[in-house]
């Protein structure tokens, strides 16, 4: 009688070839992974193809082809579970825009200059450097980013931005809003089921905000660097609204078709024309189309 064969995973929401195969397998795809992030990944996985009910911690070892008992290990209570997924959450989302492509990224002087890189965990503060349920007597706590002890970029307070133009910052929203609903719907989804779970388990909205948070510091500075006499305000405009479609996209009524990124972007350039004025620069609402194309697709 022959023995079945582990069925490999999924790719998972990182665009991964998948975080399982036969426990203890000597090449299996994810034997380079962290266990950390197999499990995140498994976690993330098991969110987005079963929901919440499906988070279990034989399912995320069966997932991340794992020996039994190791996700408890790893994690042994469900709240330290669920903040290993909400860390890689963090991880993965943070790498739909890299910094070298935030605007100011090694630029010259004017521009915004390391965002994303130097603030961009300074919030994180209730997530990082605190022990946490399943960690091991005595080990640091771990960021949203799964790097203990640290803030996942560096410095606690974000570095101070000249004059950004208001182009750079609508094509990197536009990039990353775009990539978001092409390829990481599947981070959409885990992340709405964390979401939820949140209301319900106040233990975890305090550690899932913490983590949110650290995306929250740079846009408030670009916001300013682009001219905002209100970056706090208007840096929660641009992110109600960016969930808002999101959602729209990858949930709601708007599911089987997402906007073009020229889409996105006039719908950019319209929200920072009303905060800022109309100092976008000439012919910008002329860069995209007309907005009738759009027919029966999620509008931006």
Do not use: K
């Amino acid at each position: 009688m022959t023995s079945a064969t582990p069925s490999a995973a999924p790719p998972g929401p990182n665009g991964s070839p998948g975080t399982s195969g036969a426990p203890g397998s000597p090449a299996s795809p994810a034997s380079s992974a962290s266990r950390a992030d197999r499990i995140g990944d498994a976690a993330l996985d098991l969110l987005v193809e079963r929901g919440m009910r499906g988070l279990t911690h034989r399912a995320v070892d069966e997932r991340a082809g794992l020996p039994q008992g190791s996700t408890s290990n790893h994690a042994r209570t469900r709240q330290a579970l669920l903040e290993t997924a909400v860390r890689r959450q963090v991880q993965l989302e943070s790498r739909v825009l890299t910094p070298d492509e935030l605007p100011g990224a090694a630029g010259p002087p004017g521009t915004v200059g390391t965002a994303g890189t130097a603030g961009t965990a300074s919030a994180a503060e209730g997530a990082r450097d605190r022990p946490r349920d399943g960690a091991p007597d005595g080990a640091p706590g771990r960021t949203p980013d799964g790097a203990p002890g640290t803030a996942p970029g560096g410095p606690s307070e974000p570095a101070p931005h000249g004059p950004l133009d208001t182009d750079t910052l609508v094509d990197a929203l536009s990039l990353a809003l775009h990539r978001y609903l092409t390829d990481h719907r599947a981070l959409l989804v885990s992340r709405y089921e964390l979401a939820l779970e949140a209301t319900r388990r106040p233990e975890l909205r305090a550690f899932f905000d913490a983590a949110g948070s650290v995306f929250h510091g740079p846009l408030v500075a670009m916001t300013a660097a682009a001219g905002s006499t209100e970056p706090e305000r208007h840096a929660l405009s641009l992110i109600a609204w960016c969930e808002g479609l999101m959602f729209s996209c990858a949930a709601g009524s708007f599911h089987a078709a997402v906007p073009s990124r020229a889409e996105l972007r006039t719908g950019f350039e319209e929200l920072l024309r009303g905060m800022l004025g109309d100092g976008t620069g000439p012919g910008h609402g002329e860069s995209t189309g007309a907005a009738g194309d759009r027919g029966g697709r999620c509008r931006a």
